[in-house]
C-alpha cells in the first residue's frame, strides 16, 4: 500500500520554465491537498479539491494551477516558474471532506527555481 | 480561523515524558484538534486527534481542558527516533479547507 506517492522527488528549473507536479493517492480518498513548505516555517495551503471534479483556492495559490485528474490523482502545476517559488512542496489527502479527517501525507517534491 | 502558538523548540532525554503545549484561544465549537509529526525529508504524519477531555492511543495522549483554548500532546518515554517537529492543527467540522493551515511546529530534540 504505497499512500501518497509524488513525483518527481527533485526538480531544478530555471526562471521561466513550467513544469507539472504530480499526486497519486491509492486509499480511494475524496479529498486532496497541495502545500508548500519553506525553511523554518509551517505548511501553507495552496490548492485543495474536496471531491473529484472541484478544485478551490487555499492561502498562497498566485502562480499555481492544479488538476484533479480523477479521484487518485492531483496535479500542480507552474506555468512560469519564479525563484520565490523554491521549496519543498506536498501532496496530501483525506479521507472525505469532513475537515477532521487526518492528512496522509507524500514525502514531497523539492523544487529549486535558479 | 484558530491561531496556534506552540513553542519553536524543546529538549529532552531519552526516557522522559515530554509535554507539547499548544494554545488555541479563538477555537470554535465545531474544532478538532489534531497533532502531527514531521521527520526530515518526510511529510507530516498523522499522530492523534481529539475534541475534549483526554485520547489515548498506542504513541501518543492528548489533554485538553474544559476550555479547549490549549491542548497538551504527551509524549511518553521519548527515544532519539522521535526528535522531529511537531504541529498543532486545529481544523473546523465543516467549512473551507483554507483553515487547514499549519504553525511552525515545535522542533523536539531528544538528547542521548
Known amino acids: 500500500n504505497a499512500g501518497v506517492t509524488q513525483t518527481p522527488k527533485f526538480q531544478v528549473l530555471k526562471t521561466g520554465q513550467s513544469m507539472t507536479l504530480q499526486c497519486a493517492q491509492d486509499?480511494?480518498?475524496?479529498?486532496m491537498y497541495w502545500y508548500r513548505q519553506d525553511p523554518g516555517m509551517g505548511l501553507r495551503l495552496i490548492y485543495y479539491?474536496?471531491?473529484?471534479?472541484?478544485?478551490d483556492k487555499g492561502e498562497v495559490p498566485n502562480g499555481y494551477n492544479v488538476s484533479r485528474l480523477n479521484k487518485r490523482e492531483f496535479s500542480l502545476r507552474l506555468e512560469s516558474a519564479a525563484p520565490s517559488q523554491t521549496s519543498v512542496y506536498f501532496c496530501?489527502?483525506?479521507?472525505?471532506?469532513?475537515?477532521?479527517?487526518?492528512?496522509?501525507f507524500g514525502n514531497g517534491t523539492r523544487l529549486t527555481v535558479t | 480561523l484558530a491561531k496556534t502558538t506552540q513553542p519553536i523548540s524543546m529538549d529532552s532525554y531519552e526516557g522522559q515524558e515530554v509535554n507539547i503545549t499548544c494554545s488555541h484561544n479563538?477555537?470554535?465549537?465545531?474544532?478538532?484538534i489534531t497533532w502531527y509529526q514531521q521527520f526530515p525529508s518526510q511529510g507530516p504524519r498523522f499522530i492523534i486527534q481529539?475534541?475534549?477531555t483526554k485520547v489515548t492511543n498506542e504513541v501518543a495522549s492528548l489533554f485538553i481542558p474544559a476550555d479547549r483554548k490549549s491542548s497538551t500532546l504527551s509524549l511518553p518515554r521519548v527515544s532519539l527516533s522521535d526528535t522531529a517537529v511537531y504541529y498543532c492543527l486545529v481544523a473546523p467540522r465543516s467549512g473551507s479547507a483554507r483553515q487547514l493551515t499549519f504553525g511552525s511546529g515545535t522542533q523536539l530534540t531528544v538528547l542521548p
Open positions: 481529539g475534541y475534549k
Open positions: 479539491s474536496a471531491s473529484e471534479g472541484t478544485t
Open positions: 479563538n477555537i470554535a465549537t465545531n474544532d478538532y
Open positions: 486509499m480511494n480518498h475524496n479529498s
Open positions: 496530501a489527502s483525506s479521507a472525505d471532506s469532513d475537515y477532521n479527517s487526518p492528512l496522509h
